[in-house]
């Protein structure tokens, strides 16, 4: 059985000023829907009920919101009585169980399918699999030919990559966790013992993600979630008052409705119907689609989306 885990123990000095005295894992993204919720959503929508949470600095408002069972979610508090780091949080966690883990940051939104990662990383040797992303750019970038300045890029993707903030452990880490340490987290330490050996094996994500790290990672994260609803299969957003759905692989979509279903990358089947990237079919009664692969369409007409939300 695999279990889910959350790093939720951050002071999140930096948001002090819009957070205040509330872990920064308990901050809205709209109403009544905060960043630990949607981190809960992942887990729940890839079959994971069984959640753990490490907490620290007001780890007493976490239980309260969550208890021990949270929409069909199972969860175990364990919270540090003073800042031990990640490494400390690690160990005590894997105390208490025997299991593969996915393990998080709590405050990063990230758009991976934990179904699909999870399937990689089961295949693989290693005994750790980290997400990770091409860097962003954070400054805009000048391209000088001959000494002139022949260009200039507005924050291009760089070939370099970033730890996105998402692990898949299997139990067998557990032997490097006995080492002795002179850091106190797990990127210093532990990570840097199983690249040594060749036991981290790496998975390449390419969709949206962004860390909570200072007020402006927040506001950008509340304006992408102001036209932006969360489903089981992946995630809505209202753009010029059209639907865009972006799916997960293998995942269904019940709509219902007169209207037209475009494409714009991957392939769905539409009641028995492949549509391929820039295709579309019109559709005029209740519909399933399923989508082959990854996948982003877009919805016209008067098409509505008849899923539940997964939290």
């Not at 069984?50 to 620290?56: F, N």
């Not at 939104?109 to 997400?131: E, H, N, P």
């Not at 059209?242 to 709509?255: F, H, L, S």
Request: aromatic share 10%.
């Amino acid at each position: 059985m695999t279990v889910g885990a959350l790093f939720t123990g951050g002071y999140g000095k930096r948001l002090q000023s819009i957070a205040g005295e509330i872990p920064k894992t308990l901050l809205p993204l709209k109403d009544d829907y905060l960043v630990l919720d949607r981190q809960l959503l992942d887990f729940k929508c890839a079959g994971i009920t069984e959640v753990y949470l490490l907490s620290g600095y007001k780890g007493e408002l976490i239980e309260r919101r969550y208890g021990q069972e949270w929409k069909g979610i199972r969860i175990t508090h364990l919270r540090e009585e003073q800042p031990m780091g990640t490494l400390w949080a690690l160990r005590n966690l894997y105390s208490n169980l025997d299991s593969d883990i996915i393990l998080k940051n709590g405050d990063t939104i990230c758009d991976l399918d934990l179904r699909s990662f999870l399937s990689y990383s089961a295949s693989k040797k290693s005994l750790v699999t980290l997400v990770v992303a091409k860097m962003v750019s954070p400054f805009g970038i000048v391209s000088i030919h001959n000494g002139y300045v022949s260009e200039f890029v507005e924050k291009p993707i760089l070939n370099h990559y970033v730890n996105v903030g998402c692990y898949h452990l299997k139990p067998a880490v557990k032997t490097y966790l006995k080492r002795q340490y002179s850091n106190t987290e797990i990127e210093k330490t532990l990570f840097d013992s199983l690249s040594s050996d060749g036991k981290i094996k790496a998975f390449k994500f390419g969709g949206y993600w962004k860390a909570v790290d200072s007020v402006k990672d927040y506001e950008e994260i509340k304006k992408e979630y102001e036209t932006r609803e969360d489903y089981d299969f992946g995630h809505v957003s209202l753009k010029s008052g059209i639907k865009e759905c972006t799916t997960y692989k293998d995942r269904a979509i019940m709509i219902k409705g007169k209207g037209k279903i475009k494409v714009v990358d991957g392939k769905v089947d539409v009641n028995g119907t492949i549509i391929s990237k820039g295709k579309s079919k019109s559709v005029g009664e209740a519909s399933q689609i399923r989508s082959i692969e990854e996948s982003k369409f877009s919805l016209t007409g008067n098409l509505r989306i008849t899923n539940p939300k997964g939290v």
